[in-house]
């Protein structure tokens, strides 16, 4: 039994943005599969963390994986 001063556990806060190395675990897509997407904008471009960061909202790659979805469900 828990004990009553000890606070339920607290998930941890979901990221807002994925960073490069994140996006080949969520996509499936390699580096180059994604700049050629970005480049002919099937894919969202990234914005600008700092002189040589970049990272992708977690919202928008999430809106791109409803979207192959519904691709894929209308086929």
């Not at 050629?36 to 992708?56: E, H, Q, S, Y």
Request: proline fraction near 11%; glycine fraction near 4%.
């Amino acid at each position: 039994m828990a004990s009553p001063n000890v606070e339920p556990r607290r998930e941890l806060p979901k990221p807002l943005i994925y960073r490069e190395r994140h996006l080949q675990a969520v996509t499936s897509l390699s580096r180059k599969a994604r700049e050629d997407a970005m480049r002919a904008g099937t894919f969202p471009k990234p914005i600008p963390l700092g002189p040589k960061a970049r990272g992708w909202l977690v919202s928008e790659i999430e809106d791109w994986v409803e979207q192959r979805k519904a691709a894929r469900d209308a086929a």
